[in-house]
T-cell receptor
Framework: EDKVVQSPLSLVVHEGDTVTLNCSYE??????LLWYKQEKKAPTFLFML????IEKKSGRLSSILDKKELFSILNITATQTGDSAVYLC???????????FGKGTTLSVSS | DTEVTQTPKHLVMGMTNKKSLKCEQH?????MYWYKQKAKKPPELMFV???????INESVPSRFSPECPNSSLLNLHLHALQPEDSALYLC?????????????FGQGTRLTVV
């Protein structure tokens, strides 16, 4: 059965800290891994990763995929209170159509 | 425009009511999705439409009936729902159903069944 496991499930940090969120997966015929940020409502797309070892970066956020070890990490540097959200990892597998989501990591950044 | 627009934002309905959720995108995407999300849980896939045809139905009860009138619109018709169907219903779209395409989500409809 395909599955996506995120860790930790929740995390509390102080502003300015650096955090690393983890996502491991077991998916038949892996195609791509996506990271989303969800605050009150809709998930907002962050990154899509398809190749191992190539870091994707957007401001203070970066992510990398390891297809050999079947995991990805999402790094956030110099965290701000606005980074508080649920971060969802999702994977596309053999069906190619549906995203399989992990349970998410709830990040709380205190000032 | 990378927007997926869902209406209404909130909906309260009785168990005997019939209502519809609407989703619209103008990005030229040919794949559209309905997800259901309960509190503190990840989104669960309900339906996938590809080129206006239903391609995936994740064993969703028949009281949920999807419809894709054209490539920009996706509806979810609701009838005889149960209180446990209360959730956030998210619509998403992607350029196609291929593997290497990101999905963009709408803001969701918060549904409460009373």
């Amino acid at each position: 059965e395909d599955k996506v496991v995120q860790s930790p499930l929740s995390l509390v940090v102080h502003e300015g800290d650096t955090v690393t969120l983890n996502c491991s997966y077991e998916v038949t015929n892996f195609r791509s891994l996506l990271w989303y940020k969800q605050e009150k409502k809709a998930p907002t797309f962050l990154f899509m990763l398809t190749s191992s070892g190539i870091e994707k970066k957007s401001g203070r956020l970066s992510s990398i995929l390891d297809k050999k070890e079947l995991f990805s990490i999402l790094n956030i540097t110099a965290t701000q209170t606005g980074d508080s959200a649920v971060y969802l990892c999702a994977v596309k597998g053999s069906a190619g159509t549906a995203l399989i989501f992990g349970k998410g990591t709830t990040l709380s950044v205190s000032s | 425009d990378t927007e997926v627009t869902q209406t209404p934002k909130h909906l309260v309905m009785g168990m005997t009511n019939k209502k519809s959720l609407k989703c619209e995108q103008h990005m030229g995407h040919r794949a559209m999705y309905w997800y259901k999300q309960k509190a503190k849980k990840p989104p669960e896939l309900m339906f996938v439409y590809s080129y206006e045809k239903l391609s995936i139905n994740e064993s969703v009860p028949s009281r949920f009936s999807p419809e894709c009138p054209n490539s920009s619109l996706l509806n979810l018709h609701l009838h005889a729902l149960q209180p446990e169907d209360s959730a956030l219903y998210l619509c998403a779209s992607s350029s196609r159903t291929g593997a290497n395409t990101e999905a963009f989500f709408g803001q969701g409809t918060r549904l409460t069944v009373v």
